[in-house]
């Protein structure tokens, strides 16, 4: 079946450390988005990318950095530089960008602090 | 703020019962997306309705738009047990960039 694999499903940062979020889609979408989802809120954009070798800056993209050197892949790096990453980090694709394009959703990596 | 906002922002009904959520935003868009979401788990997509569409149906689910409004509603008709999630809109506004735009949901919860 097609779909999106994000992992680990629970990741723990110490503190000044990086950690990387996996996300993989078998979908041959050319679009990934990366979105952080705190308590009883919305999704909030971090990065985009619509093809590969290419991304964009969402909203909150400061204390992270993403890479989309292949299709399928589009890992998230949280870095030390985030001071408040405890967040549940979803990851979405979708044929291309643009209007009228429903995203495809990991279940997602849930990030603590230690 | 944000551009969606659902009202209400959690809701109880028994199995059997209509369950509708509503959905507002601020500036006009291309269209409208309503997205399920399990505990833990990721989104998944119910329906998109476009700017120039007034009504639209699968299955249990209604969706309306009303873009003199601003405003969108999502039915849910016969819930069942397995239609406790929450549910998100998500606005693709017309400014001519991408983005999407997604509000901070209603949490529905339906007793058996």
């Known amino acids: 079946d097609g779909g999106i694999t994000q992992s680990p499903k629970y990741l723990f940062r110490k503190e000044g450390q990086n950690v990387t979020l996996s996300c993989e889609q078998n979908?041959?979408?050319?679009?990934m988005y990366w979105y952080r989802q705190d308590p009883g809120q919305g999704l909030r954009l971090i990065y985009y990318s619509q093809i590969v070798n290419d991304f964009q800056k969402g909203d909150i993209a400061e204390g992270y950095s993403v890479s989309r050197e292949k299709k399928e892949s589009f890992p998230l790096t949280v870095t030390s530089a985030q001071k408040n990453p405890t967040a549940f980090y979803l990851c979405?694709?979708?044929?291309?960008?643009?209007?009228?394009?429903?995203?495809?959703f990991g279940d997602g990596t849930r990030l603590s602090i230690l | 703020s944000q551009q969606g906002e659902e009202d209400p922002q959690a809701l109880s009904i028994q199995e059997g019962e209509n369950a509708t959520m509503n959905c507002s935003y601020k500036?006009?868009?291309?269209?409208l997306q309503w997205y399920r979401q399990n505990s833990g788990r990721g989104l998944v997509h119910l329906i998109l309705i476009r700017s120039n569409e007034r009504e639209k149906h699968s299955g249990r689910l209604r969706v309306t738009l009303d873009t003199s409004k601003k405003s969108s509603s999502l039915l849910i008709t016969a819930s069942r047990a397995a239609d406790t999630a929450s549910y998100f809109c998500?606005?693709?506004?017309?400014?001519?960039?991408?983005?999407?735009?997604f509000g901070a949901g209603t949490r529905l919860f339906v007793k058996a």
């Open positions: 998500a606005t693709d506004p017309n400014t001519g960039g991408f983005k999407t735009i």
């Open positions: 979908l041959n979408h050319d679009a």
């Open positions: 979405a694709s979708s044929i291309q960008t643009g209007h009228n394009q429903p995203q495809h």
């Open positions: 500036t006009s868009i291309n269209n």
